[in-house]
């Protein structure tokens, strides 16, 4: 009996293991995203920075434990046989829910999703016991701790408002004071602001955290605690002389002081507030473990007999589990690819700049930006224009030099992420000195969005996106605690009626999910980092637009190439499932030349003086590669109609003829691909000859069709694809042909002027 449960022990460490590393991997955003956005230090220094942080924070971390244990259901109305499974339930849903908002690159909260797993669980096993004993389910609420879950409930959602009002009017202020010529200010307030920002950091960090530390004599915080407020004015005094001593003597910024000792203390206090999420679980069953051997030993207890009434007192956690979690937490912060994606989206949503929007507008989105803007209207239209102008000078950029505007540039500037990381900081410190599992995610997320809603980098050119990502995020986190419920529940209702049988092929189910993600974002990654080979604003020279455009029409070309021979196969075989995974792969074409598109006024804005005139020809290049694009869309999406309306079959004679013209197209798009691959334009003249021959046969094609109709073809839908497949596929060659005899005088001409 002993052993079953030693394996359950095992497996709920090895899923705590899985859901450190997949929750380290969402929760990177919040320590990471405004030192990473700021570019105010090295990405090497900011690992650095933050592993410390990490690692210390770990520590801190033993005081909230006791939420896994108790914070979320009564354990005294819990037989030790059901909080297992109960533990076992909410880890095999953490790993695989954070894993897949992971592989999305989607932050979400590991806060909300532990507390609703364990809600959800505990809801599971105890409805199941009221049903096999009074079937009054009015008595579920003598399972759940509905006071402490309200409260950690009520406290995440309040979180969310008070992060983004505060995170906005700090920023705001801030701003106010600094400018966006931050540098000469800095001179002479930066001494007052590294004063508070460090202070800030010091009380609620480095005070309130040791408050968790064991081996912290209680003399200490108690001192803490009666001499806050001489702790604040000597700590305000001490770093404002130690800010300006590092600005006039060591002539460092004193921003990038706040930004590194910031992220430490970010780290610190997502460790100290996080790790109940990812070990206080499998560390609960662990003493639960240790609580029935006890009893066993004395009593001979059974595991469904022994109430664990004793996981309601305090019980202490190893400090070795603290250190190994850490440990593990810090290597993968360095090592997380998905890491790197989450953190991504919340720089993204934040930046000052135009760029790539990675959200799409929608209808609440659009409101409330429209709103908005009347509500400013209103606002701007009742205030006096001397203050109007005074404050629309603070919020003036400065006019940088063009180069400066490159994708490589800082999302926002270092007084905005210096107030991220204060104020997400401080919060998060806060709840953790409260014992709440604060969600850091909403927190630090929300005051990036605050900041930059104050800072106006959501202008009506990206606010409509900014808004909807942010929704998007937001609604992601609503899912999260109804998945999280949700999946639980079952879980543990599959684990209590299946025994090991079904706990075990959950487990492998993790395990797979797991794996297979990882494997599908390793491949979507690679093809991220090739497609933004392609997407690039750095080209100044007629010879890097030369290169440029010859990567985007090689790259184009033998994806149409690829897609046309695809159709013409899975056409002719009337295969609906390939056809309609071609159809949905054509968006990849679709969305690659439209970011090229999207990036044209920066290519133009990037251009040296010598080079302008080549603004029109790299617009025309994108132009007729988006015709081409367009021709294989129709021909993808048409043939896929076709099938999935079950149509007739083309007659043999029409893929026969079809598939001739795809050989003689793939001849013709290998020539072109190799030639633009090796730079070798001097043959496009002989590629050009090659056009009419190709366009005759397609000609001579229509009228065969032309003649059928009149004697044997008896299918008017048959006709009219087969009639759109040509008439495109002419178009699509049409379009080729152009864009390499533009190519071809845009090359001669550069040519003859070097």
Not at 59 to 69: I, K, N, P, T, W
Not at 158 to 187: C, D, H, T
Not at 567 to 582: E, P, Q, R, S
Request: some cysteine.
């Amino acid at each position: 009996m002993e052993d079953v449960y030693i394996v359950m022990l095992v497996a709920l460490f090895a899923l705590a293991i899985t859901d450190l590393v997949v929750g380290v991997s969402n929760d990177a955003i919040n320590f990471l995203n405004s030192a990473i956005g700021s570019k105010a230090i090295s990405i090497r220094t900011i690992f650095i920075v933050a592993s410390i942080g990490v690692a210390v924070g770990a520590v801190f971390s033993s005081g909230l434990m006791e939420v896994a244990r108790k914070g979320i259901f009564l354990p005294d109305e819990f037989y030790f046989e059901e909080i297992m499974i109960i533990f076992m339930a909410v880890m095999i849903t953490d790993v695989l829910l954070l894993d897949f908002f992971n592989s999305l690159g989607l932050p979400t909260s590991t806060t909300v999703s532990i507390v609703f797993e364990l809600l959800g669980a505990a809801v599971s096993i105890a409805a199941i016991k009221i049903f096999n004993d009074s079937g009054d389910f009015g008595e579920l609420v003598n399972y759940i701790n509905t006071s402490k879950a309200t409260e950690i409930i009520v406290g995440i959602l309040l979180a969310v408002v008070i992060a983004f009002v505060v995170g906005a009017l700090v920023q705001y202020l801030s701003r106010l004071v600094f400018s966006f010529k931050f540098e000469k200010k800095i001179k002479y307030v930066g001494a007052v602001f590294g004063g508070v920002s460090l202070t800030a950091i010091m009380h609620f960090i480095l005070m309130k955290g040791l408050k968790t530390v064991a081996f912290i004599p209680d003399s200490f915080n108690e001192f803490v605690n009666n001499n806050s407020l001489l702790i604040i004015i000597i700590g305000f005094v001490f770093f404002t002389l130690i800010s300006q001593l590092i600005m006039s003597i060591f002539k460092m910024d004193i921003l990038k002081v706040i930004i590194v000792i910031g992220t430490f203390a970010l780290a610190l206090a997502f460790a100290g507030n996080d790790l109940v999420n990812f070990i206080g679980v499998p560390i609960a069953a662990w003493q639960s473990f240790e609580i029935w051997q006890e009893a066993y030993a004395v009593s001979g207890v059974l595991p469904s007999e022994l109430l664990m009434s004793e996981l309601s007192g305090t019980v202490p956690t190893p400090e070795f589990l603290l250190i190994i979690a850490g440990g593990i937490m810090v290597v993968t912060i360095w090592f997380s690819a998905k890491a790197q994606s989450v953190v991504e989206t919340g720089v993204n949503l934040a930046r000052q700049g135009d760029g790539a929007e990675r959200f799409e507008p929608n209808v609440l989105s659009r409101g409330i930006v429209r709103y908005s803007v009347i509500l400013g209207n209103a606002v701007s239209a009742i205030m006096p224009l001397r203050v109007k102008q005074k404050i629309d000078t603070k919020f003036d950029k400065p006019t940088t030099h063009l180069r400066s505007k490159r994708l490589n540039a800082p999302a926002f500037d270092m007084v905005r992420a210096s107030v991220n990381l204060v104020v997400a900081s401080v919060l998060i410190s806060i709840g953790t000195s409260l014992k709440l599992p604060l969600s850091t995610t909403y927190v630090t997320f929300m005051v990036a969005m605050g900041t930059s809603l104050a800072d106006r980098a959501w202008d009506r050119e990206s606010a409509v996106y900014r808004v909807a990502g942010v929704l998007n995020v937001v609604g992601g986190w609503f899912v999260t605690a109804l998945v999280a419920f949700c999946a639980a529940a079952v879980f543990a209702g599959i684990i209590f009626f299946g025994g090991m049988i079904a706990l075990a092929l959950l487990i492998i189910l993790a395990v797979v999910l797991v794996v297979r993600s990882s494997i599908i974002h390793s491949k979507k990654t690679k093809e991220e980092k090739k497609r933004k080979r392609y997407n690039r604003t750095d080209i100044i020279t007629i010879n890097e637009i030369t290169s440029e455009s010859s990567e985007n029409i090689s790259s184009v070309i033998s994806g149409v190439n690829s897609m046309y021979t695809k159709t013409v196969d899975n056409l002719g075989y009337h295969d609906l499932g390939k056809l309609k995974k071609n159809s949905k792969a054509i968006k990849k074409l679709e969305k690659q030349v439209d970011e090229l598109k999207g990036n044209i006024f920066y290519f133009i804005k990037s251009l040296d003086d010598d080079s302008v005139e080549a603004s029109k020809f790299y617009i025309l290049i994108l132009d007729y590669l988006q015709d081409m694009v367009q021709s294989i869309g129709f021909i993808t999406r048409n043939s896929y109609n076709h099938v999935n309306n079950n149509h007739k079959h083309l007659k043999f004679n029409q893929i026969r003829d079809l598939k001739k013209v795809d050989d003689k197209m793939q001849v013709l798009f290998d020539d072109i691909k190799d030639t633009f691959d090796k730079h070798e334009f001097g043959r496009i003249n002989e590629i050009l000859q090659e056009k009419q021959e190709l366009l005759d046969n397609v000609s001579d094609l229509i009228q065969k069709q032309i003649n059928r109709i009149r004697t044997s073809e008896t299918s008017p839908k048959n006709t009219k694809l087969y009639f759109g497949l040509l008439l495109e596929t002419k178009d699509l060659v049409s379009s080729t042909m152009s864009l390499l005899q533009l190519f071809q005088e845009f090359y001669s001409e550069a040519k003859s002027t070097l």
